[in-house]
């Protein structure tokens, strides 16, 4: 019965929301509520990232030329806020490929622990994200969608650092791909 909630030990106790509400002022603290969901029809998320990276031999600087990600969204409801999920997820998966750490001095303590010295990615650190939504609806989901946010934001991290390792013809095995650890990794001096 929709707008009603009832007791799980005693089927007669139960009260709409109005009047719960309604006895809300009285009741001497917050409503508070539990409510468990496991869904039946999760399907898994399947997405391919496509990137182009050119990469500065003197500063170490990678830029991002070209980025294309493709997802099955199942059925994009709204494809205008897929693509959305889609291109944060990657600005903050190449963010993590190449520009952000924390950096600590030697008695521990955060050295960039503001946005003015944590070094994220802005518009222009990136080129258009293409966005390619494929929809192959989930049968499981009475709308037939899949989760789109989190299969976007997995992929970046290995797809930049392929293309940094093609670019370079060397594989690096640390995040970020900073300009000093491309550098290191240049002249064979790399540290974890």
């Known amino acids: 019965m929709s707008g009603v909630v009832s007791s799980l030990d005693d089927a007669a106790k139960k009260l709409t929301i109005a009047e719960i509400a309604a006895r809300q002022n009285g009741s001497g603290g917050p409503i508070i509520a539990h409510a468990t969901v496991v869904p039946s029809g999760v399907a898994g998320g399947y997405a391919v990232h496509i990137v182009d990276v050119e990469i500065d031999p003197d500063t170490g600087k990678v830029d991002v030329l070209r980025y294309t990600a493709v997802q099955d969204a199942g059925q994009a409801i709204h494809p205008g806020y897929v693509e959305g999920q889609m291109q944060g997820a990657v600005a903050q998966g190449v963010g993590w490929a190449l520009n952000e750490e924390y950096v600590y001095d030697k008695d521990g303590r955060m050295e960039n622990a503001s946005f003015l010295d944590y070094r994220m990615p802005t518009s222009l650190d990136l080129p258009l ?18 989760g789109v946010g989190e299969a976007a934001f997995v992929p970046p991290l290995p797809a930049v650092a392929n293309a940094v390792s093609h670019a370079l013809g060397i594989r690096m095995f640390s995040l970020p791909m900073s300009p000093r650890r491309v550098l290191e990794a240049l002249a064979g001096t790399e540290s974890a």
């Open 129 to 146: 994200i293409d966005a390619i939504i494929v929809e192959s609806p989930n049968p499981g989901h009475p709308f037939g969608v899949r």
